[in-house]
């Protein structure tokens, strides 16, 4: 069993931001795979999918982003899932806007959402796909910045980020994570 974790904050108010991007992939992986996300619990909201013979949970977690790995090891207890079986999905402003990059481990790199996971499932072992949100132009406060939405001509290209971001999770279930990382980091 696989889990794609996309990170984010609940509520409208939230919806659409580029702290959000991590939301927007699994909506777009649970389209891909012609499943919903229904169950409300461990924190978050997940949904069960098949790739194959592979049984995959796509999860959002519900406790604001600087708490997401309270939810991600409630769900890898629960359904006894290792490390090495979890793809992690979340914006980084160290990447350029629509640009995405993917990596087998490593540390937290200022992100709170990743810092909470690293702390809850006790390793940095786990699978990330980055999502570039670009850094803010002029004197705007990183938490605006992240916190707003898209303008009408970023969300095209944020949109075949996020195509994209989805294909190479779906790629991850069924194959090595080397081989995904040739396929789609560029």
Avoid: W
């Avoid at 949904?47 to 959002?60: Q, S």
């Avoid at 796909?129 to 707003?148: A, E, F, S």
């Amino acid at each position: 069993m696989k889990l794609i974790v996309g990170l984010g904050n609940p509520g409208a108010k939230y919806a659409g931001t580029r702290h959000n991007i991590g939301f927007d992939v699994i909506d777009e992986v649970a389209k891909q795979l012609d499943a919903e996300l229904t169950e409300a619990k461990h924190k978050g909201i997940y949904g069960i999918a098949r790739k194959g013979t592979e049984k995959v949970i796509l999860l959002k977690p519900l406790t604001y982003m600087n708490l997401s790995g309270e939810s991600i090891g409630e769900v890898m207890r629960y359904y006894n899932i290792e490390a090495e079986d979890v793809v992690v999905v979340y914006d980084d402003l160290d990447l350029p806007q629509g640009k995405i990059r993917l990596r087998q481990k490593g540390s937290a790199g200022g992100h709170n959402g990743i810092k909470s996971a690293i702390a809850h499932l006790g390793t940095d072992q786990f699978k990330r796909v980055r999502v570039g949100i670009g850094r803010p132009d002029g004197p705007v406060k990183t938490v605006d910045y992240v916190l707003g939405k898209f303008s009408e001509e970023e969300q095209k290209e944020m949109s075949d980020a996020v195509e994209k971001s989805a294909s190479a999770c779906i790629h991850a279930i069924e194959h090595s994570f080397i081989d995904v990382m040739n396929k789609y980091n560029q």
